[in-house]
């Protein structure tokens, strides 16, 4: 009997032949141990008392209205969508046909626009709604954007892109600078239609082809599509009363307004904002990576915080070059599988990556060999989850006393500290952060998780208190829990006039998160339903398109016209995948956020919607391999 853990899809059965799991890697090219965790003389945990603080913090932040609380950026709110990146140029609509189309141009478009092009596929046509590739990194130019996951791991194609990643967590610019590179590498760029926005995707069945409508008058028909379309893409507002009335400057993060600020993606310093009060609403993990450029550069900053996000040690470094160019072709797919291995529970050798995402499974897995080595104790889900819950409460406890270290007022540090499990919310890794707070001019005003009350022409109102603003900077997330269709800006019509939001109205349903019945020829390139691995969301994405290219191509080369997964395969799958404890979605224990469906009750729908192969990452990676593999594509029927 295998056992797992809810978070990890740890199996027990293999824990007793290990006889040690440490930290070997030469990781990165430098010799240093894991690089997270502060405190070193662990104090008792009292954990009836910290139970109940969780679920008096996360009572004072539960509300009816869950994810309805968002605006949607559209009707007067649509100039949040605007893109402050490039003019949108007149053009000619398109009326004419290519093999393949791929509605977005991320990461997901462009590797399986890469892997196209490798398979001899030459009429490839991204279609995105941004003036160039990049997705996420297109538009998320904020000051001091980085990813949180190891360049190493989620700068995706970098061996057949030939670059070496700068820093061991890159910057914004250099992923995007990637994305373009990975575009120019392959021959995306040819063909690409950019600005321009999908209205409709409908199926044609005489012609056995996708009819694409966009935005630009364009109509596109295409044997297949494959979309990658999120999963954060559309920015949400706060709907805090009286947002609309605001007179000063207001932007999302995802469109930040240099025109106003100065200053640059790079981090130049942002000149405009010398003599000005700002506000931000809102620290997720990509306010808790603006928010020290906006301490160094606005005369006042006001930080409107709901929940504090956890913080732990960031610790970038360079990579040293030499190191880099010893590594052996191959090594990019051997470090995404140790990554995705470790970071769910699984075990190997060496820690590549060496993280605060691998140091919590790293934490329990030695802890359950501490127990195991203890006569009479029996391998099983309680001894699991006791030692997931000792090394979450251990961590989180060394969380919150990093904020008394670093912040050198104790009222600010009492409000920065996080009382929740590490996973219900977002983890975020930072060195400037905390600090930001000591800095003359910063202020925060915690809400005490009632969130800001309303908003004026001036200003903004929390408890009672006006403060008065010049510019006020969104940092509210983006849509998660809303239907697909909303989400992408289009409505998909398959066979029969069956739209996706139709099929889906109870839930998600695929095969592999990417085959769906009904809707031939079209592959959907995501986390859910598939890997569902948080914490490299590219990994999801690549392998989703070297799998979509295994199809095409295959469809391709036996001439066949149609290629759709069976009704039995998918509800199969779907049926796997229900009930399975591994999801997405957070602990309803938690403190609400996009993570647990805002804190409301989760039924099937919210629950195939976040849905991962119940075995872990590793193990979906190590299938859909195997699958891909055979040349059977078992499930599927071309016709
Ligand atoms: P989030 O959804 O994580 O954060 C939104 C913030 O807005 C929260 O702090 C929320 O508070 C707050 N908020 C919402 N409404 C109100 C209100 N009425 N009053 C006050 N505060 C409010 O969005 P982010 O953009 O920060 O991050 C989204 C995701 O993007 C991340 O989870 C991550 O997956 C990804 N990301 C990844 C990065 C990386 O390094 N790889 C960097 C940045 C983002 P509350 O918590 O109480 O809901």
Redesign the pocket.
């Known amino acids: 009997m295998r056992y797992r853990s809810p978070l990890f899809g740890c199996e027990i059965a293999d824990l007793v032949a290990l006889a040690s799991i440490r930290s070997r890697g030469q990781a990165l090219g430098d010799n240093s141990t894991r690089e997270s965790g502060t405190m070193t003389d662990t104090q008792p945990i009292d954990t009836a008392g910290l139970r109940a603080r969780y679920r008096l913090e996360r009572d004072k ?1 539960l509300r009816d209205d869950g994810n309805d ?2 605006l949607e950026p559209a009707g007067p709110f649509a100039r949040f969508l605007d893109d402050p990146h490039v003019e949108k140029a007149p053009r000619e609509p398109r009326f004419d046909e290519v093999t393949a189309v791929f509605i977005g141009g991320g990461f997901a478009g462009l590797c399986a626009g890469a892997r196209m092009k490798q398979a001899g596929i030459h009429d490839v046509r991204i279609i995105e709604g941004g003036g160039d590739f990049g997705g ?1 990194w297109y538009w ?1 130019r904020y000051p001091g ?5 190891a360049s190493m791991v ?1 700068l995706p194609l970098l061996e057949e892109v030939g670059h070496m990643p700068t820093m061991k ?1 890159t910057f914004a610019p250099e992923i995007f600078a990637h994305a373009q590179n990975i575009g120019t590498e392959f021959g995306l760029y040819d063909g690409a239609l950019f600005s321009t926005a999908v209205t409709s995707l409908t199926w044609q069945e005489d012609s056995a082809r996708w009819l694409i409508r966009t935005d630009r008058g364009d109509e596109i028909r295409a044997r297949f599509v494959a979309m990658g379309t999120g999963p ?1 893409h559309r920015p ?1 507002l ?3 009363p009286g947002i609309d009335g605001f007179e000063g400057e207001c932007f999302h ?2 469109r930040w307004d240099y025109g106003y600020t100065g200053g640059n993606s790079a981090g130049a310093p942002m000149n405009g904002l010398t003599d000005r009060r700002v506000g931000i ?9 603006c928010i020290p450029h906006l301490a160094r550069d606005a005369d006042q900053l006001f930080v ?4 504090p ?1 956890s913080i732990d040690i960031r610790h970038n470094h360079p990579i040293d070059t030499d190191w880099f160019k010893g590594l052996e072709t191959g090594w990019q797919h051997e470090w995404l599988t140790n990554f995705a291995t470790l970071q769910t529970g699984g075990f190997a050798d060496d820690d590549l990556v060496k993280d605060g995402w691998t140091d919590i499974s790293q934490r329990i897995r030695d802890r359950v060999l501490v127990e195991m080595a203890r006569p009479g104790t029996e391998p099983g889900p309680d001894l699991l989850q006791r030692a997931y819950e000792s090394s979450d409460d251990e961590k989180m406890a060394e969380i919150r006393a990093r904020v008394d270290e670093v912040v050198d007022d104790p009222a600010t540090a009492e409000a920065l500290k996080p009382w929740y499990r590490q996973l219900c ?2 983890p975020c890794f930072h060195d400037e952060y905390l600090q930001a707070y000591n800095e003359p001019g910063v202020n925060l005003v915690d ?1 005490d ?1 009632k ?2 009350e309303r908003i004026d022409a001036t200003g903004v109102w929390v408890a009672g208190v006006h403060y008065e603003v010049d510019c006020l900077i969104l ?4 849509e998660v829990g809303t239907d697909q269709a909303r989400r992408s800006g289009f409505e998909t019509t398959g066979r029969d006039g069956l739209t996706l939001t139709e099929y889906w109205a109870d839930g998600m349903q695929s095969l592999h998160g990417i085959h769906v019945h009904g809707f031939p020829n079209l592959f959907i390139a995501g986390l859910s339903q598939g890997a569902n691995l ?1 914490s490299n ?1 590219t990994h999801n994405l690549s392998e989703a398109a070297t799998t979509i290219a295994a199809v095409i191509t295959h469809a391709l080369e036996t001439g066949v016209d149609q290629v759709e997964v069976t009704q039995a395969a998918e509800l199969a799958w779907v049926e796997m995948l229900d009930g399975n404890t591994r999801s997405f979605l957070g602990n309803p224990d938690c ?4 993570y647990n469906n ?1 804190g409301r009750p989760t039924g099937r729908r919210e629950r195939l919607n976040a849905s991962g192969y119940p075995d872990g990452a590793a193990a979906y990676f190590e299938y859909i391999e195997r699958w891909r593999r055979s040349g059977d594509f078992e499930g599927l029927e071309f016709s």
């Open positions: 932040r609380q968002y996420a998320n954007a980085m990813c949180d996951t989620y967590y954060l949400k706060p709907g805090i993060t995802s609403i809102g620290t997720g993990a990509t306010a808790v990576q409107f915080q709901r929940t996000s919310k977002r809400t998780g969130g800001v940092a509210s997330g983006f948080i969301i403190t609400p956020g996009y805002e």
